[in-house]
């Protein structure tokens, strides 16, 4: 009986919890129509850049859905929420293993966030760890599954996720490491921007270029592209050099 009792206050704490948290969140209907002119995330590295006595750089091109090269749309979905279509808003399996994973080890680490959670954190959230915050993040991304179409969820996801220091959508990353527009991205390219959403400030030449192959590797096998294409795109060089990335141009600032 003192079990159930227990069970039962839990329960209405966490559902009074979810109540109140989800009073407190933004409205998602309006980016139905209207682009977010910055996040969470843009205004919290631009006071990393103001600490250490930087001046804020945004590079930033908006464009829509169809301006994005399908490659680059198959290669994030394969590597970053394979379910994406399908679940609504969060994963439940991924999202299980994820708290299993960091309550054996005692910590929060392991995100389980699907594209439509990642969003919610970018948009609105900090990068904290802590399971309040992931809660929010849970309750955001349910918005937004409600409030809008996948192809709009993409598209915002695609448009404000970080690709590197200052750099924000797969239009100003495209730009800025490969020197072309996100709509004529070849399987490597865009593997390659794929393979640096982990890890985007720091991702290492090696790791990278790993994990560019694993994720041309997924595609073949999924049939998104041919074994002769995984073959001849595996072998071509990793076009992202951190040593010798150019000055980003004045048209890559945030407009």
Do not use: C
Request: glycine share 4%.
């Amino acid at each position: 009986m003192k079990r159930i009792l227990i069970k039962s206050l839990f329960v209405s704490l966490i559902v009074g919890l979810i109540a109140y948290e989800y009073v407190r969140l933004p409205d998602v209907s309006r980016l139905k129509k209207k682009n977010p002119s910055t996040t969470t995330l843009m205004e919290l590295r631009d006071e990393e850049y103001r600490q250490k006595g930087l001046k804020p750089l945004r590079r930033q091109i908006w464009v829509p859905y169809d301006a994005i090269s399908e490659h680059l749309k198959k290669a994030i979905i394969i590597s970053e929420d394979a379910a994406f279509f399908s679940h609504k808003g969060v994963d439940l399996f991924e999202l299980k293993e994820a708290v299993k994973k960091d309550w054996e080890k005692g910590q929060f680490k392991r995100g389980g966030s699907t594209l439509t959670m990642q969003l919610a954190k970018n948009l609105y959230l900090n990068p904290s760890k802590n399971p309040l915050r992931k809660l929010r993040e849970i309750i955001i991304a349910w918005q937004l599954e409600q409030a809008l179409s996948k192809k709009r969820i993409f598209e915002l996801y695609l448009n404000v996720v970080e690709w590197g220091d200052g750099i924000y959508g797969a239009e100003a990353a495209s730009r800025y490491y490969l020197s072309k527009p996100a709509s004529v991205l070849d399987p490597a390219e865009a593997a390659t921007l794929a393979a640096l959403l982990p890890n985007p400030r720091n991702p290492g030449e090696k790791s990278l270029l790993y994990r560019r192959n694993l994720i041309l590797t997924r595609m073949a096998k999924i049939g998104y592209i041919s074994a002769a294409e995984l073959e001849r795109e595996s072998r071509k060089p990793l076009l992202y050099k951190e040593d010798e990335m150019a000055e980003p141009q004045a048209e890559l600032l945030s407009q």
